[in-house]
């Protein structure tokens, strides 16, 4: 059968704004979760990470915050930049130390 | 430090043939892990190797296979490549924590497979 691709969810901020990306996480026994950033034709490209002892970790611009209860991540981005454009993954990896991929969201940046 | 190098870049094979796709991990980093990411299915774990040892597999037919050498670089090969092998492959590298604590899995550029 024909593949049909992944309808990415799809987020379109003001430049300046702030930027909010939630995912979903599927595996109650996954203690480490990672924010990848990934422009057109490139890798995926480390943000941030958080340990599952942890429930909020900062970094430049960048929050992730961790609800174990609903297994929930979202990643907040402050003053949102053009270059902030690019797909969002957020990827979770439990004791086997393989890394499981959520579906992505498009993050548009509008001038 | 150099960071996940993978080639080549870009490579056109056709049907029933088959690919071998490289990669050399950052300095010091003793974990290879690869991923296939397509459109349709988003990305995808294969298998990671782990000092010349596959220690975790996906769930990919066998035509996939891959191999680590002493000095950590990996190479993953694809027999008998099928029309829906075209895709984006990705190698991660990993630093092994303390006591074998996850840590943040970089990645290369890819190498884009098109079969035609």
Redesign the interface.
């Known amino acids: 059968g024909e593949?049909?691709?992944?309808h990415l969810p799809t987020l379109s901020v003001q430049e300046g704004d702030n930027s909010i990306i939630n995912c979903a996480y599927s595996n109650s026994a996954s203690?480490?979760f990672?924010w990848?950033k990934q422009e057109s034709?490139?890798?995926?490209?480390?943000i941030i990470?958080i340990?599952s002892n942890m429930d909020k970790r900062q970094g430049q611009r960048v929050t992730v915050l961790l609800n174990k209860t609903v297994k929930h991540l979202s990643l907040q981005i402050a003053a949102t930049q053009p270059g902030d454009s690019a797909v969002y993954?957020c990827?979770e990896?439990n004791s086997?130390?393989?890394?499981?991929?959520?579906?992505?969201t498009q993050l548009t940046v509008l001038p | 430090k150099a960071g996940v190098t993978q080639t080549p870049r870009y490579l056109i094979k056709t049907r029933g043939q088959q690919v071998t796709l490289s990669c050399s991990p950052i300095s010091g980093h003793r974990s290879v892990s690869w991923y296939q990411q397509t459109p349709g299915q988003g990305l995808q774990f294969l298998f990671e190797y782990f000092s010349e040892t596959q220690r975790n597999k996906g769930n990919f037919p066998g035509r996939f296979s891959g191999r680590q050498f002493s000095n950590s670089r990996s190479e993953m090969n694809v027999s008998t490549l099928e029309l829906g092998d075209s895709a984006l492959y990705l190698c991660a590298s990993t630093a092994v924590g303390t006591g074998g604590m996850n840590t943040e899995a970089f990645f290369g550029q890819g190498t884009r497979l098109t079969v035609v």
């Open positions: 593949n049909v691709g992944l203690d480490y990672i990848y034709g490139k890798g995926p490209q480390f990470d340990r993954f990827a990896k086997a130390r393989q890394l499981t991929f959520g579906s992505g």
